[in-house]
């Protein structure tokens, strides 16, 4: 991840699934960019700092990457500074998902998003993939849609 973080201008939210790797990665980020370059939106992130890191990584340049979970930080957060998501790994879960993508897609953005899925070769992280491409095809075709180029 770090490599591809070294090709990429702007500003990033990566979301993980899992706390630990939210604490990894933000540690890693913060030895390799500094210490005030990164903000978190998880669950262990207390409910008083949550809005001042929204707040810190919109507004303030120096705040570069945003970390978080999907079912913590992908719901009712508007992150437009954000020009790449990057996941490092996937749920299953569809609706959460697709409500993190959106949270650099609210009105303000006037930047083409950029999306990165990590997928270990031979590991459950193909398995999650294509089960979230499944459930987009299913939906697409019951809600008679064009099916959405994605993943």
């Not at 705040?63 to 930080?73: A, N, S, W, Y």
Request: proline share 2%; with cysteine; aromatic share 8%.
């Amino acid at each position: 991840m770090l490599d591809l973080l070294e090709e990429v201008e702007g500003k990033v939210i990566i979301w993980a699934h899992y706390q630990h790797d939210v604490k990894n990665i933000k540690k890693h980020l913060e030895k390799e960019y500094g210490p005030g370059s990164v903000v978190d939106y998880y669950g262990l992130t207390p409910q008083d700092q949550r809005q001042k890191n929204i707040k810190r990584f919109q507004a303030n340049n120096g705040v570069r990457f945003l970390i978080g979970t999907p079912q913590t930080g992908g719901y009712c957060i508007t992150l437009t500074e954000a020009n790449t998501v990057v996941y490092y790994s996937n749920g299953y879960d569809l609706e959460k998902r697709m409500q993190s993508e959106d949270r650099a897609h609210r009105i303000g953005q006037k930047k083409t998003v950029t999306y990165v899925d990590i997928i270990a070769q031979d590991t459950v992280d193909e398995k999650i993939v294509k089960s979230l491409r499944k459930k987009i095809n299913i939906a697409s075709e019951v809600m008679g849609e064009e099916l959405k180029d994605w993943i």
